[in-house]
């Protein structure tokens, strides 16, 4: 064979010898060895143009790539171009190959580039192709800089798939608002970002959880992080870099291993708006108010007809939802207009203190049930006609959150002082003591009862509540009922102490599940000294700090346009893991340093 005749193969060889040693090439599309046919991925023959191209037209490029057998695009959103345009890429099926075409202009003077990975499997068996990213530029050079990173949740510090990362040269703070970025990427399954081939210049670095693909970010409907500091990438870029090779999401330890230089914790804001919401009336003498935003600010308010005092309200802890009673046992008409003053946002976007009357009607269910009790007798439950309560002795909590009532509706009459404990030993002597009883901050229904003395190992603890002690706002008294509760004896159950130093400022500290989706138990700090968590049974736990800087109890989210972060959380880890394995009968103690966590 002549040589010359060799010379058409030189551009597919080129495309083709990286994809041969994985190990040193970013765009690695090598089907795994070994295994039956049918599950090695599609392999790219043949790409047009060449990575690396430069001077390529501004008006209608198509970029080709060439498999070595039939394909189809199963994710079309995962075509992604850096920068992206208004207009996404187009991806069209040709043969064994997927043709990429633009319906607007390329920007001149531009590196682009074009990633694959998740977008395409064989038209067989749907094997995924692992991915590949395409380099061009409309000018006559290349940009050679790169950033890695991480996007994560800022409450659970999970990393958050599909995340995208946008780059902006604009640094006004509106500019995530309003235009595209000068560059972007998608996180992974690890909530990991690489960006390849950007230029070199100083840059605003946001994320943003794009849920209609425009990449821009909406206030009302997405999540949000940035970088406190503007950003300039200092790496140069080359196919040898780890971080850049296309691995197998569930290669656990290489998708660890890869280094990140930013961490981005992506956190929903505030809505921008105040104003009602809803109102819904869902008892003759019960109806709530849910407003757009927290911290809704409430001047005055009363229901037409009846005195102000009758009115009784209460927020939930984030001062979003207002619940609302009448103290009043009359029947009560069908709709009440209920006049209320508060911080509303005007025309301007400006909060304006405003006066609203809002008709709170029955419900057509609630209009219903209670038409249906007030004719027949005979349709009504028990419950109609007594002060429902809910009482909760939970063995674990009790010595934190003590016995527990929770009534339906708010109390008109309380007497507390005719609560009986009575406390069996385990010879079965019997005795009587005393209770504390402490109203919820949060919930005037609720409240915690504690026995005045220290629970004791194989102690029964019975708290009798007599009858018609309470009276509720419709009038209703309560049954009578007793709670009866033992700390837990299980030989098998483990405890978790926690030694806190280096506090100087308010914690709050949760124990969580494995999921790191539940609250098993909660403490507040503001002072050094022993945190415990008793009663656990041997799993996967995790422990979550937060700091609650300003003192409000609450883990507070963040704003972009005030540059404030949502509040700091960290976890404990051992050995630099989030999950802590509680084995049987272990009393396991460890020593943290808040102000080192922290840092």
């Known amino acids: 064979m002549k040589l010359k005749n060799l010379f058409p193969l030189i551009p597919a060889a080129l495309v083709l010898l990286p994809l041969f040693f994985p190990t040193g090439c970013a765009n690695t599309t090598t089907p795994p060895s070994g295994g039956p046919k049918d599950t090695i991925p599609p392999v790219i023959t043949k790409v047009n143009p060449l990575p690396g191209t430069v001077n390529v037209p501004v008006h209608g490029t198509k970029l080709v790539f060439t498999f070595d057998e039939y394909v189809k695009i199963k994710d079309a959103n995962s075509i992604f171009l850096s920068p992206p345009m208004e207009k996404k890429p187009k991806g069209t099926i040709r043969g064994k190959s997927v ?3 633009f319906e607007e202009d390329l920007q001149p003077n531009t590196t682009y580039t074009l990633d694959l990975t998740g977008a395409i499997v064989d038209n067989n068996e749907g094997n995924p192709f692992p991915g590949f990213t395409l380099v061009f530029s409309t000018g006559d050079r290349i940009d050679s800089l790169c950033l890695t990173g991480l996007v994560q949740d800022c409450n659970t510090l999970k990393p958050l798939k599909g995340a995208t990362v946008l780059l902006y040269k604009d640094h006004a703070d509106s500019a995530v608002f309003l235009h595209r970025p000068n560059a972007a990427t998608k996180t992974d399954d690890w909530g990991f970002f690489s960006l390849r081939n950007i230029q070199d210049t100083v840059y605003r670095v946001y994320a943003i959880k794009d849920e209609n693909n425009n990449n821009i970010y909406d206030p009302e409907t997405e999540r949000v992080a940035f970088l406190d500091t503007l950003f300039r990438p200092t790496i140069v870029y080359d196919d040898s870099l780890y971080e850049f090779k296309k691995f197998d999401m569930k290669d656990t330890a290489l998708c660890l291993a890869r280094k990140t230089q930013l961490e981005l914790n992506l956190f929903r804001e505030k809505p921008s708006k105040q104003l009602i919401v809803k109102k819904e009336r869902v008892g003759e003498r019960t109806a709530y108010l849910t407003f757009m935003a927290p911290g809704a600010k409430i001047y005055d308010m009363r229901i037409k007809g009846l005195p102000r005092e009758k009115l009784i309200s209460q927020f939930n802890p984030q001062q979003d ?19 209320i003053v508060y911080d509303k946002t005007d025309t301007t ?6 006066k609203e009357t809002v008709k709170l009607t029955l419900s057509k269910e609630a209009r219903a049930e ?4 007030q004719m027949n007798a005979r349709d009504r439950k028990h419950e109609d006609t007594i002060a429902v309560m809910k009482t909760e002795a939970d063995a674990a909590l009790v010595e934190q959150y003590g016995f527990q009532i929770t009534f339906n509706y708010p109390l008109r009459e309380e007497n507390w002082d005719t609560l009986q404990l009575r406390i069996v030993n385990p010879r079965q002597q019997e005795s009587k003591g005393g209770v504390r009883v402490v109203r919820d901050s949060t919930n005037l229904r609720h409240f915690n009862i504690y026995p005045q003395e220290p629970l004791q190992q194989g102690y029964d603890y019975y708290l009798k509540i007599p009858h018609r002690i309470f009276r509720d706002i419709n009038g209703f008294y309560n049954d009578s009922t007793e709670m009866k509760v033992t700390l837990p004896n299980d030989e098998k159950l483990s405890s978790v102490t926690l030694k806190l130093s280096g506090v100087h400022d308010k914690y709050i500290i949760d124990l969580l599940n494995e999921q790191r989706n539940k609250v098993i138990r909660s403490f507040i700090v503001e002072t050094g000294g022993e945190v415990l968590f008793p009663y656990l049974k041997a799993g996967k736990y995790c422990i979550r700090m937060t700091e609650d800087l300003n003192r409000n109890n609450l883990v507070d989210t963040g704003n972009l346009l005030e540059h404030r972060q949502p509040e700091k959380v960290r976890f404990f880890k051992l050995e630099d893991q989030f999950l802590i394995e509680v084995l049987e009968k272990a009393e396991m103690v460890w020593d943290v340093n808040m102000e080192d966590l922290f840092k």
């Open 370 to 373: 209670l038409k249906k009790k």
């Open 321 to 339: 939802s207002l619940e609302l009673w009448v103290n009043d046992a009359r029947k009560m008409p069908d709709t009440l207009k209920l006049d």
């Open 99 to 101: 043709v990429i075409s």
């Open 349 to 354: 976007g400006r909060l304006k203190r405003t």
